[in-house]
Nanobody, 123 residues
Framework: VQLQASGGGFVQSEGSLRLTCAAS????????MAWYRQAPGKQRDLVAT???????NYADSVKGRFTISRDHAKNTVYLQMNSLKPEDTAVYYC??????????????????WGKGTLVTVSS
């Protein structure tokens, strides 16, 4: 099972970016999906979550600017980021609560993480 995040880059203040994270592998089901971020020298913080039923939750710092969504058919979660600020600069990580099968057909339920994609916002 693998989570592959993409879409990071360099953008000026008030610009926009869209992050994508696709889960692949022998996945049986996906429950919640989420985006986290970690700025240099700081802890990893939750940015947004979306449940299997589509309920979303956001950190106060991104409410009204970021939108999380998902495509169940593609096992993909998105983060649309608008009105970006320099303080949004961080490595963004996607996470998903997965149920999948090992090579020995054993079911596993765990939170899996992508490797992160860097977002840099200049002032």
């Amino acid at each position: 099972v693998q989570l592959q995040a993409s879409g990071g880059g360099f953008v000026q203040s008030e610009g926009s970016l869209r992050l994508t994270c696709a889960a692949s592998g022998n996945i049986d089901s996906i429950n919640a999906m989420a985006w986290y971020r970690q700025a240099p020298g700081k802890q990893r913080d939750l940015v947004a979550t979306i449940t299997n039923g589509g309920t979303t939750n956001y950190a106060d710092s991104v409410k009204g600017r970021f939108t999380i969504s998902r495509d169940h058919a593609k096992n993909t979660v998105y983060l649309q980021m608008n009105s970006l600020k320099p303080e949004d600069t961080a490595v963004y990580y996607c996470a998903a609560d997965l149920r999948y099968y090992t090579n020995y057909d054993e079911p596993v339920v765990e939170r899996s993480w992508g490797k992160g994609t860097l977002v840099t916002v200049s002032s």
